[in-house]
């Protein structure tokens, strides 16, 4: 058998699987403290517009230094960056648990402790801006050329099984735990991680520091997207569909007032999507599309605004509607 056939190919190289062991326990530190905060903020304040602003307080620092991030990984020492991003994650996890302790409860409201949950918030966006690339871009430089690709298929199934053990635990831990216990798994999960990621190799810059000047590198990144129509259209698409079609934030709603399956039910909620995404990796790996692909994605983000809207029937018709809902949020787990 060559290695290009061999499944395990790129996990028989030592220092790839230590990425993805750090990898997976960073994720799946992430996606809890993401679910965690959902459930915080809601309890915290009993507005839906709460969580929403969770989402914003992320996305804007991660939007806004997506270009900038990219290009100072490509002059920056990778092993060094990746270190750096995920002691300063330990870091807001830490404020996060200090604000969830006694002490945080008897010297500040309700409303300052959410208010200080989406600063902190909106500094892991930055964080999260340059540490996610970075690992996409660790695997290129560990895995020859030729297994490329099966290391890529590791990769993305590591990010997706830690995704859904993260959603789906963090509620369990809720429930038995609360909030301080949760955070201090998630804690415990970040430090274990860095111990797999410090056995990582330095890598150092494709290019030389000054070679380019960062806005000439952020116009070529730019000329290149806007020159491939078809990723263009794709990041269009998926960019439009997520913003719009973001269901996904307000289960905790659904989970509390709703369907009141309290935290367990909620972490199980959380974990639908990317349970839906395993299962199409698969089905894609299995008989991959040769055709008519755009076709397909269209049809899909139709189908996922038509799941959204038969959520939303449930906030208008009430509990006689149970099977809007339960189809609805089936047809999120399929997308």
């Known amino acids: 058998m060559t290695i290009n056939n061999d499944p395990f190919a790129s996990v028989k190289i030592a220092e790839y699987r230590n990425l993805m062991a750090g990898r997976f326990l960073f994720i799946m530190g992430l996606r809890m403290m993401g679910t965690l905060v959902g459930w915080w903020v809601y309890n915290l304040t009993n507005d839906p517009f709460a ?78 801006s340059f540490t996610g690339p970075t690992f996409g871009v660790f695997v290129a430089h560990i895995v020859p050329k030729e297994i490329l690709q099966n290391a890529t298929t590791w990769n993305q199934g590591t990010w997706l099984t830690a995704s859904v053990s993260g959603h789906a635990i963090c ?56 020159k491939t129509k078809e ?10 569909a997520v913003l719009f079609g973001g269901a996904v934030a307000m289960v905790p709603v659904f989970a509390r007032d709703i369907l009141k399956v309290g935290p367990e039910g909620f972490g199980f909620l959380n974990a639908a999507s990317d349970l839906g995404s395993i299962c199409i ?5 299995l008989f991959p599309l040769r055709r008519n692909q755009g076709r397909i994605l269209m049809f899909a983000v139709a189908a996922l605004g038509s799941a959204s809207l038969l959520l939303d029937c449930q906030n208008y018709f009430g509990c006689h509607l149970q099977l809007c809902l339960l189809v609805g949020w089936l047809m999120v787990l399929v997308l």
Not at 281 to 285: C, F, K
Request: hydrophobic share 55%; net charge positive.
């Open 171 to 226: 509620g369990f831990l809720i429930a038995g735990f609360g909030i301080t216990g949760t955070l201090s798994a998630i804690t415990l999960l970040i430090i274990t991680s860095s111990f797999f990621l410090v056995r990582l190799k330095q890598k150092p810059p494709l290019n030389k520091r000054g070679e380019k000047k960062t806005w000439e590198s952020v116009k070529e990144g730019l000329k290149f997207v806007f």
């Open 51 to 128: 969580i929403g602003l969770i989402g914003l307080s992320e996305v804007i620092p991660a939007v806004t230094l997506a270009l900038y991030a990219g290009h100072i990984i490509d002059l920056s020492e990778k092993r060094k960056l990746l270190l750096t991003g995920v002691i300063l994650y330990l870091t807001a996890v830490l404020a996060l648990l200090m604000l969830s302790t006694s002490y945080g409860s008897n010297h500040l409201s309700n409303n300052w402790i959410a208010i200080s949950i989406y600063i902190i918030i909106f500094f892991t966006g930055i964080v999260r």
């Open 231 to 240: 990723l263009l259209g794709a990041l269009s698409l998926d960019l439009f």
């Open 281 to 285: 990796v698969i089905l894609l790996a």
